[in-house]
């Protein structure tokens, strides 16, 4: 296992375990679309962002996206345009919004909301095709969506 | 809100993208002989499409090879299975498929009207109910299990003998209800991630989703071979992984809410080839 996916996946067992200070789903506030305050109080890891994006157990933004700067990804979509350049396009504070429900941003998008617990139609228990059996936990963690925003405030155009 | 900068990111992929993204222009001809109907004007009922699509047009040039010759068709194998069981013998009142009715050919034209309205019941039927009705009443055998190789054979042999012709299925009179909760599903944003069959089929067929190159969803050519599964898969099969994969809770096989969506489904193919046994990725 290399020591990106160890980090990847011990953020992931993290994502239930709210951290102190953390802005929970339910409490994120956005003006026109974006978040302006960190998540997290604590600064996003590009690194992880960048392997977050890619994997299909997390964020898997690639099955929608083309990003070259992951050029060694194989199957990149192209239901949403590529991110090359988002860092440019988006502030920091609409990145994070765009992540966390883009739907604020765009009416009623194709693209999932990454930090969202509720208002679904019959969720399930992740990809098992049953009903849950707890409370919903976002796709990602507050810390996953920050480091996802460092990762994409990378991609500018050169 | 920055609808243009998206609009100018949009672009700058439409190029290398369109020469994969659309449903390809080859013609599917089966055994050098029957010519299928694999594209055509799409039905007035489906207000979102100008043209539908057989979803070989959007499988790679290898998949589609396996369809256009029975001989290198996998799934023929389990269709002549299902014409031994035509012939066995199986049940308490020692019967066969064959003893009541005639040769299977005889099945020719039910495939492209199903799934209908039992005009008895009032109750929509889909192919595996019309089978199990005769094989537990009739037969008094057990009820094949919905997605188990007798049944879907037995689907695909009967729809093998449709082969060609287009998909009719009725949406008025006592279809009409079971129509609109079908078109309501199709539209309905399920699961975590909030998307719809439309989301997928409609708005982005044409499109890779990850390594998945999407068609718009028809059912003309189910059951169908899938190659990773190296079976026939079911129509209600197909609906499940699909809903499943939007992370939410799915229904089951052979529950009455996909029976619904399988008439609505199968209305938007209206005017495509019954294609069974298609081959899949």
Same mark, same amino acid.
């Given at each position: 296992?290399?020591?990106?996916?160890?980090?990847?996946?011990?953020?992931?067992?993290?994502?239930?375990?709210?951290?102190?200070?953390?802005?929970?789903?339910?409490?994120?506030?956005?003006?026109?679309?974006?978040?302006?305050?960190?998540?997290?109080?604590?600064?996003?890891?590009?690194?992880?962002?960048?392997?977050?994006?890619?994997?299909?157990?997390?964020?898997?933004?690639?099955?929608?996206?083309?990003?070259?700067?992951?050029?060694?990804?194989?199957?990149?979509?192209?239901?949403?345009?590529?991110?090359?350049?988002?860092?440019?396009?988006?502030?920091?504070?609409?990145?994070?919004?765009?992540?966390?429900?883009?739907?604020?941003?765009?009416?009623?998008?194709?693209?999932?909301?990454?930090?969202?617990?509720?208002?679904?139609?019959?969720?399930?228990?992740?990809?098992?095709?049953?009903?849950?059996?707890?409370?919903?936990?976002?796709?990602?963690?507050?810390?996953?969506?920050?480091?996802?925003?460092?990762?994409?405030?990378?991609?500018?155009?050169? | 809100?920055?609808?243009?900068?998206?609009?100018?990111?949009?672009?700058?992929?439409?190029?290398?993208?369109?020469?994969?993204?659309?449903?390809?222009?080859?013609?599917?001809?089966?055994?050098?002989?029957?010519?299928?109907i694999s594209?055509t004007?799409?039905?007035?009922?489906?207000?979102?499409?100008?043209?539908i699509?057989s979803?070989?047009?959007?499988?790679?040039?290898?998949?589609?090879?396996?369809?256009?010759?029975?001989?290198?068709?996998?799934?023929?194998?389990?269709?002549?299975?299902?014409?031994?069981?035509? /012939?066995?013998?199986?049940?308490?009142? &020692?019967?066969?498929?064959? +003893? *009541?009715?005639?040769?299977? =050919?005889?099945?020719? %034209?039910?495939?492209?009207?199903?799934?209908?309205?039992?005009?008895?019941?009032?109750?929509?039927?889909?192919?595996?109910?019309?089978?199990?009705?005769?094989?537990?009443?009739?037969?008094?055998?057990?009820?094949?299990?919905?997605?188990?190789?007798?049944?879907?054979?037995?689907?695909?042999?009967?729809?093998?003998?449709?082969?060609?012709?287009p998909m009719?299925?009725?949406?008025?009179?006592?279809?009409?209800?079971?129509?609109?909760?079908?078109? /309501?599903?199709?539209?309905?944003?399920? &699961?975590?991630?909030?998307? +719809? *069959?439309?989301?997928?089929? =409609?708005?982005?067929? %044409?499109?890779?989703?990850?390594?998945?190159?999407?068609?718009?969803?028809m059912?003309n050519?189910?059951?169908?071979?899938?190659?990773?599964?190296?079976?026939?898969?079911?129509?209600?099969?197909?609906?499940?992984?699909?809903?499943?994969?939007?992370?939410?809770?799915?229904?089951?096989?052979?529950?009455?809410?996909?029976?619904?969506?399988?008439?609505?489904?199968?209305?938007?193919g209206?005017g495509l080839s019954?294609?069974?046994?298609?081959?899949?990725?």
């Amino acid at each position: 296992m290399t020591n990106a996916l160890k980090l990847g996946l011990a953020g992931m067992l993290c994502a239930s375990a709210a951290m102190a200070g953390e802005i929970k789903p339910k409490d994120v506030s956005f003006s026109d679309g974006a978040i302006e305050q960190s998540l997290t109080g604590a600064p996003g890891d590009p690194e992880k962002g960048a392997m977050i994006v890619g994997d299909k157990s997390m964020g898997n933004c690639v099955a929608c996206h083309q990003v070259s700067a992951l050029a060694d990804v194989p199957f990149q979509g192209e239901v949403g345009p590529p991110l090359d350049g988002a860092g440019d396009r988006w502030t920091e504070a609409e990145l994070r919004g765009l992540v966390a429900n883009a739907k604020m941003t765009f009416e009623g998008t194709v693209m999932p909301a990454f930090y969202k617990v509720d208002g679904f139609i019959r969720p399930g228990d992740a990809y098992t095709g049953k009903a849950p059996s707890g409370p919903i936990e976002p796709i990602l963690s507050a810390q996953d969506v920050e480091d996802v925003v460092a990762f994409l405030m990378t991609l500018k155009e050169e | 809100m920055k609808f243009k900068a998206l609009t100018a990111a949009v672009a700058i992929v439409a190029l290398p993208v369109t020469v994969l993204a659309d449903p390809d222009d080859d013609k599917l001809i089966i055994n050098g002989e029957i010519e299928m109907i694999s594209v055509t004007k799409a039905p007035e009922h489906v207000e979102n499409l100008d043209t539908i699509y057989s979803g070989w047009h959007f499988r790679t040039d290898e998949t589609q090879a396996l369809q256009i010759d029975d001989f290198d068709n996998p799934a023929m194998i389990f269709v002549d299975q299902a014409a031994d069981i035509y /012939e066995t013998v199986d049940g308490a009142a &020692g019967k066969s498929c064959a +003893s *009541c009715h005639d040769a299977v =050919e005889s099945f020719a %034209g039910l495939h492209a009207q199903m799934p209908k309205v039992d005009p008895e019941t009032g109750k929509l039927v889909v192919m595996e109910d019309l089978i199990n009705e005769c094989r537990t009443e009739r037969m008094e055998a057990d009820a094949w299990k919905w997605s188990g190789a007798d049944m879907q054979g037995m689907v695909a042999l009967i729809g093998l003998q449709s082969r060609g012709m287009p998909m009719n299925v009725a949406i008025d009179g006592p279809a009409a209800p079971y129509w609109e909760q079908g078109k /309501e599903m199709y539209y309905t944003r399920y &699961g975590q991630l909030e998307l +719809s *069959c439309a989301n997928c089929h =409609e708005e982005n067929y %044409g499109n890779m989703i990850r390594a998945d190159h999407l068609s718009q969803g028809m059912i003309n050519g189910f059951p169908t071979y899938r190659l990773k599964q190296a079976k026939l898969i079911s129509r209600h099969n197909r609906f499940r992984g699909c809903i499943r994969d939007t992370r939410a809770e799915t229904f089951a096989e052979g529950s009455d809410e996909f029976r619904a969506l399988e008439l609505y489904v199968a209305s938007r193919g209206n005017g495509l080839s019954v294609e069974t046994p298609a081959v899949r990725q």
